[in-house]
C-alpha cells in the first residue's frame, strides 16, 4: 500500500540540527495531517492542512515547523528540538477536513526521530 | 474539547477465544467512531467504523458496538488468530478533529 509515504522511516538528530521530515500522499485527499506518537499517550494532532492552507495548529511549539507546498506534499521542519520531542511522527490525509463524519484518515508509516 | 478514554491498555487471549475493547466518550455531538490497528512498526490502519445513526456494524470476525446514550463504544473480535495481534485505537471525530484513546495492545497467544 502506497497511498500516504514518509521519508525518512528514521532520524536522528542533534539538538542543534535542523532536519526535515517529508510527506506525500497519492490518494487526491484534500486534507493532511501531522500527527505524533508517544508511548501510552494518544496520537496528539499536531498541523492540519486543507487545501494547503493551515487550518489548525495544536499550540505546538514554534521549533516545529509546517510546510505544504500543494495538496499532495507536507513537510515538517525541525530545528532546536528537545530529547522530550523523541516520537513516532505519522503523517495522514483524509478526503477533505471540514465535513468530517466518515471521512476517514489515511496514515503513513510515520517517521521515528530520536533527538539526541 | 472531546475526551476518550480506552480500556483496557493491555489484553492477552487464547486464540479462538474473543477479545472486547472499550471507549468512552464524553462530547455528545461526537458523530463518528473508527477503529486503527497498529501492527509492530506498522502504520495504523482502519479496521472498522461506525456512525452515531448506527448501533452496530460486523465485517466478518470484527463487530463494533455503540451506545449513544451511555457514550461507549467497543470493538469486538470474535474467533482471535496471532496475527490479530498489535495494538487497536478508537477514535471519535469531534468538532473538527479525531480525539484518539491511548490504545490497547491485544496479545493473542495460541
Known amino acids: 500500500e502506497t497511498g500516504v509515504t514518509q521519508t525518512p522511516r528514521h532520524l536522528v538528530m542533534g539538538m542543534t540540527n535542523k532536519k526535515s521530515l517529508k510527506c506525500e500522499q497519492h490518494?487526491?485527499?484534500?486534507?493532511m495531517y501531522w500527527y505524533k506518537q508517544s508511548a501510552k499517550k494518544p496520537l496528539e494532532l499536531m498541523f492540519v492542512y486543507s487545501l494547503e492552507e493551515r487550518v489548525e495548529n495544536n499550540s505546538v511549539p514554534s521549533r516545529f515547523s509546517p510546510e505544504c507546498p500543494n495538496s499532495s506534499h507536507l513537510f515538517l521542519h525541525l530545528h532546536t528540538l528537545q530529547p522530550e520531542d523523541s516520537a513516532l511522527y505519522l503523517c495522514?490525509?483524509?478526503?477533505?477536513?471540514?465535513f468530517g463524519a466518515g471521512n476517514t484518515i489515511y496514515f503513513g508509516e510515520g517517521s521515528w526521530l530520536t533527538v539526541v | 474539547g472531546e475526551n476518550v478514554e480506552q480500556h483496557p491498555s493491555t489484553l492477552s487471549v487464547q486464540e479462538g477465544d474473543s477479545a472486547v475493547i472499550k471507549c468512552t466518550y464524553s462530547d455528545s455531538a461526537s458523530n463518528y467512531f473508527p477503529w486503527y490497528k497498529q501492527e509492530l512498526g506498522k502504520r495504523p490502519q482502519l479496521i472498522i467504523d461506525i456512525r452515531s445513526n448506527v448501533g452496530e456494524k460486523k465485517d466478518q470476525r470484527i463487530a463494533v458496538t455503540l451506545n449513544k446514550t451511555a457514550k461507549h463504544f467497543s470493538l469486538h473480535i470474535t474467533e482471535t488468530q496471532p496475527e490479530d495481534s498489535a495494538v487497536y485505537f478508537c477514535?471519535?471525530?469531534?468538532?473538527?478533529?479525531?480525539?484518539f484513546g491511548t490504545g490497547t495492545s491485544l496479545t493473542v497467544i495460541p
Open positions: 477514535a471519535a471525530w469531534s468538532g473538527n478533529q479525531f480525539y
Open positions: 490518494l487526491g485527499h484534500n486534507a
Open positions: 495522514a490525509s483524509s478526503q477533505d477536513h471540514l
